[in-house]
């Protein structure tokens, strides 16, 4: 799967006040129910906070990567979001986190879904790419950064 | 008066010598033991012409040196290694040491044409592995091991010297008397270990104790140490007991008190076991007379090779495989690592000391195994951790850490971190997630000290001394991890992306990820179901592969996994 399949730019944010990691998660847990009304906002949230508490998502450097499988949703979905302030996430490294990349994926899906996972933190792991993700404020460009082909 | 000093002058400058070509070795990779006992031969007879050829002196300077060497061993064996390595370690110290002695002894036996207790001598001489050789070869490569696998060669190559010496000791008496008496074998064995091991303990203890309560200049706390260590090893020997045992047991006894003074001894001890390695070898190396050698070359080699290959490996079979959950890969390299160092080669003085017949072939037998040793497995080592797959990223340390001396024992620390990464940069200090008992002390910026407080937004090229103590380590050397991206990669590629808590109850794990799991399983906890999975005793680097995931032990406190990662294949 590549990334471009599951980020769209209208769920490309920027500039979201962070506050806590609690709110953030509330914060995108309503906004995917608007973009995607037959998602539940109650239920995003309670699964997205019921996995951070297995261990957190936050993978270090600034990124987390929120996810969980969720009913009534038919393909994954992504969300990238960049905080205005770093939050404190509880990350393996103990750096708050700015950049984060919530994944929304269907009941059935299961081995797919930690590729896509897999994915990502190779795609986050470039330390150019969270550069230039820092210094952006085109979503455009934010999209366009993200779901760019990975050169190999 | 001249001769005195020429005898200064030469010993100090094979000294120095030996110092200044360790740096090429290092680069090289050559085990640096090889190195002193090579200038050592090129000193001796077939090279400049240095004649020396007292195994007396030999045998007291290699006591002393073995003495010094295993006390130094013990003070940096952490006893809460002792979880995951001493039981496989004692077993290889005993058991393997006789399959091990007695295999190479049956076949020095029919190589050299010899009886079968001159073989068993041979074989017991270079039955024990070396600890300095193992571990100096493995810190100067930066090679990580796994700890179940590094404490079990750490505690098997610091125990397995006083079997060794038993045997050789043993089949001596039983050579050089007419009646052999399997008895007063027998109650030898059991003083050796019945003596050395209480006063080991209980000499260790004092120690300790006594170093608490003394109030010396610091330089006299090394000295006294090693005055105390010696002593009890003389004690320990006089009294029939091993006394190589009773000083590693000292050791350990004392590096395991936690006292703050340990920062004044380690240093010194680390410095003296150097002296007695460099020490040790050159006169080894001093002492052969390579051009006799030669015709035990190809014999020998052999030997070697069947220790190496057959021997070793079928003892570290039998005495961890029906025991132990160790894996093949893990097997494979304690095998491999069965390091000879200097102990066969002061063993093999012992029949020549004693006057045993033929002694001088046994001494050129042991002196060519440990050379084919060191040489095949010494140089080898880091290709083998990494070809078994061995070994685990290496945890980023501070550049610098010392005591505060603040307290006797347990003390706080400080650590020294420069801000790299960049997503610190503009970080208010309040935003990190710091250990509770852990403070950041000063920050420094342009060579200036600036007050921190939460709001203080850190910047890169910031240094931060952070107080606090040891355990607070494992977090702080994440968050201000200076590696260079390719290494981080390589930490992440082999833990995972993500981790989940080892409490994680394991229905939620499954639920998580749509895994099925049988109901015995549904009241364990993810840490439960792999601390299962690796026998009870999980060390850091751990795997398994179940659901066609990987999952990673990435944190252990004791035997509880607290962390563990996970990678799809």
């Not at chain 2, 004092?206 to 608490?212: D, E, N, P, R």
Request: hydrophobic share 50%.
């Amino acid at each position: 799967m590549q990334i471009n399949e599951i980020l769209t730019l209208e769920r490309t944010l920027f500039g979201v006040p962070g506050g806590s990691k609690k709110r953030v998660l509330e914060y995108f847990s309503k906004f995917i129910a608007q973009q995607i009304p037959q998602l539940d906002a109650e239920e995003v949230f309670s699964r997205l906070i019921a996995r951070e508490k297995l261990g957190s998502t936050g993978i270090g450097q600034g990124v987390a990567l929120p996810h969980c499988r969720i009913s009534h949703c038919d393909q994954a979905v992504g969300t990238f979001i960049r905080l205005r302030d770093k939050i404190d996430f509880d990350a393996i490294d103990g750096q708050p986190v700015d950049l984060i990349f919530l994944l929304l994926v269907p009941e059935e899906a299961n081995e797919a879904h930690l590729q896509t996972l897999a994915l990502l933190a190779e795609r986050f792991s470039d330390e150019e790419l969270r550069k230039e993700l820092r210094k952006t404020d085109q979503p455009e460009q934010l999209h366009q950064l993200i779901t760019a082909p990975i050169p190999s | 008066m001249d001769n005195l000093n020429s005898i200064f002058l030469i010993a100090s400058l094979l000294l120095c010598l030996s110092i200044v070509a360790s740096v090429i070795s290092a680069r090289v990779g050559m085990p640096l033991l090889l190195l002193f006992l090579g200038v050592g031969m090129l000193a001796g007879e077939d090279g400049i012409g240095l004649d020396f050829a007292s195994f007396e002196a030999a045998y007291v300077i290699g006591h002393l040196a073995l003495a010094v060497i295993l006390l130094d061993g013990g003070m940096r064996t952490q006893m809460k290694t002792f979880r995951v390595g001493l039981r496989p370690a004692l077993s290889l110290a005993t058991l393997g040491v006789v399959v091990t002695s007695g295999l190479t002894g049956l076949l020095a036996m029919w190589i050299f044409d010899l009886t079968l207790l001159q073989g068993l001598l041979v074989g017991a001489i270079v039955g024990s592995t070396d600890a300095a050789a193992v571990f100096s070869m493995l810190g100067g490569k930066g090679v990580h091991l796994n700890e179940r696998v590094s404490a079990t060669l750490e505690i098997e190559s610091g125990t397995n010297d006083p079997m060794a010496i038993f045997l050789t000791i043993t089949l001596i008496t039983l050579l050089t008397q007419e009646v052999a008496d399997p008895l007063s074998a027998l109650l030898m064995f059991v003083k050796q270990f019945g003596i050395g091991l209480p006063l080991g303990l209980a000499g260790g203890w004092l120690f300790a104790w006594v170093l608490k309560k003394l109030q010396l200049p610091t330089g006299l706390y090394p000295l006294l140490v090693t005055g105390a260590g010696l002593g009890l090893f003389a004690t320990t020997n006089l009294l029939g007991g091993s006394g190589f045992l009773a000083i590693y047991l000292a050791g350990l006894m004392i590096g395991n008190s936690r006292s703050a003074k340990l920062q004044h001894i380690l240093p010194v001890h680390d410095g003296l076991a150097w002296l007695s390695q460099i020490g040790l070898f050159l006169i080894l190396g001093l002492l052969v007379t390579p051009h006799e050698m030669l015709a035990t070359a190809l014999p020998a080699t052999l030997l070697a090779l069947g220790m190496i290959l057959i021997a070793r490996p079928l003892a570290v079979l039998i005495c961890l495989k029906p025991f132990f959950s160790f894996n093949w890969r893990e097997l494979a390299f304690i095998s491999w690592v069965g390091l000879r160092g200097a102990v066969p080669i002061v063993l093999a003085i012992f029949p020549v000391i004693a006057g045993v017949e033929d002694a001088g072939l046994y001494f050129n037998i042991a002196f060519f195994v440990v050379l084919i040793s060191l040489l095949i497995q010494g140089t080898s080592l880091p290709w083998a951790a990494k070809r078994l797959k061995v070994e685990v990223p290496a945890e980023f340390m501070p550049k610098r850490r010392s005591l505060l001396g603040v307290f006797a024992e347990d003390d706080y620390e400080v650590f020294v971190y420069s801000v790299k990464s960049e997503t610190l940069d503009g970080v208010e200090l309040r935003r990190l997630r710091f250990p509770s008992g852990a403070r950041i002390g000063a920050l420094f910026r342009d060579h200036q000290l600036i007050h921190p407080s939460g709001s203080t937004r850190l910047q890169q090229g910031d240094q931060l001394c952070i107080i606090g103590r040891e355990a607070d380590l494992p977090v702080f050397s994440k968050m201000f991890n200076e590696e260079p991206q390719p290494s981080k990669e390589k930490a992440r590629s082999f833990f995972g992306d993500f981790t989940l808590s080892g409490d994680a109850p394991l229905k939620d794990v499954a639920d998580l990820y749509g895994l099925t799991i049988s109901p015995d399983q549904a009241s364990l906890t993810l840490g439960e179901l792999l601390t299962r999975r690796f026998g009870g005793h999980p060390v850091v680097g751990d795997q398994m592969e179940w659901h066609g995931i990987r999952w990673v032990v990435v944190a252990v406190d004791g035997d509880h996994i607290t962390q563990v990662g996970l990678k799809p294949l």
